[in-house]
């Protein structure tokens, strides 16, 4: 079947394509400076002295003497400043109100990785979204936020595999191959975890894969539900800029449902099934809080415990069927 996903275009496709052969096969070693500089050296970079920026440790290469002309930051921590753990290069800066465009520039840069390297390791996206491709010893990144900013990292992993996924950064979600993800049900849901912060950190979640998932471009369908009881869930899925969401856990447990509560709720009852269509989530964030609102009334008018909560999911996109997981939501994740 011939490949219809686009394609995007790039201004310098030629000049990022050399970038990522030069990144690609550096071996950094144990990640100091003096391993880094000795294993750039060969391609002409030179780095100018360290400054303190934000808690960490930067050094800048010189004009002309770095990747992209010379653009390009070394970081390492405070508390170890000859310790490297990411080099971070500055791609292109892209309008921040035309997504469209920013989309399409993106595209292109995951084309030109996905020739040189192969299929990526993860998707994933806090607001703007990343691929990450896995080398040894580093992973290569390139991800996009919503200020309009595009970044190649290479990050430090052997030290701690997950290194390149963590934090709020690019915590929200994240989806690949069940190899890659932790042990399903190995997590327990946070000791401190009240069903206000579950909507709360769902409603963040829905934000960023309202806004990511179109970028790939790929469609996402997510399950929240019991651990014990599989017919007591809810669930949501993309379908083009839209949201929808499902309280589909009525169908195996009439009993519980309220129709004058549902239809008050902000819930329509479509063919025996009570939904809610949310058009052009990309842009609005006041659909996934609405959205998470919903799902999480449902999920506790089920009956379920919140100790008993699991999810799960899917992305689909660019011929890739994924695993999906929500490390930021804090709650474990099931493989039904």
Request: glycine fraction near 8%; aromatic fraction near 8%.
């Amino acid at each position: 079947m011939k490949n219809t996903i686009p394609r995007g275009s790039w201004l310098e496709a030629d000049a990022f394509r050399k970038l990522v052969q030069e990144i690609a096969p550096l071996r950094l070693g144990g990640w100091s400076l003096s391993e880094f500089e000795r294993a750039t050296s060969a391609l002409g970079w030179e780095l100018e002295g360290p400054s303190e920026v934000a808690g960490q440790i930067w050094r800048q290469f010189l004009p002309r003497k770095g990747p992209m002309g010379g653009y390009g930051t070394v970081v390492a921590d405070t508390s170890q400043p000859e310790q490297i753990h990411t080099l971070r290069i500055p791609v292109v800066d892209m309008p921040a109100d035309d997504v469209r465009h920013a989309a399409d520039m993106v595209r292109a840069a995951w084309w030109i990785m996905e020739e040189e390297l192969g299929p990526p390791t993860l998707w994933g996206g806090n607001i703007g979204p990343w691929m990450l491709w896995r080398r040894p010893g580093s992973s290569l990144i390139v991800y996009s936020d919503s200020a309009g900013h595009m970044d190649l990292e290479l990050v430090h992993t052997d030290a701690d595999a997950d290194a390149a996924a963590r934090g709020d950064s690019r915590g929200s979600w994240r989806a690949t191959d069940p190899a890659h993800l932790p042990p399903a049900l190995a997590a327990p849901a946070r000791t401190s975890t009240r069903w206000d912060e579950v909507q709360e950190r769902l409603h963040r979640a829905l934000c960023s894969l309202n806004y990511d998932t179109p970028f790939f471009p790929g469609r996402f369908i997510l399950h929240l539900g019991s651990a014990h009881d599989p017919q007591r869930f809810v669930q949501c899925w993309s379908d083009g800029l839209d949201l929808v969401i499902e309280a589909t856990g009525y169908v195996h447990h009439p009993e519980l449902a309220d129709p004058a509560r549902l239809t008050e709720s902000g819930w329509k009852l479509s063919h025996s099934l009570w939904q809610r269509r949310f058009p052009d989530a990309m842009e609005e964030s006041a659909h996934s809080q609405a959205a998470a609102r919903m799902l999480v009334g449902e999920l506790r008018n089920l009956g379920i415990d919140l100790a008993d909560l699991v999810h799960s999911g899917t992305m689909t996109g660019r011929g890739r069927d994924f695993h999906l997981d929500l490390p930021a939501v804090g709650l474990r994740r099931s493989q039904s």
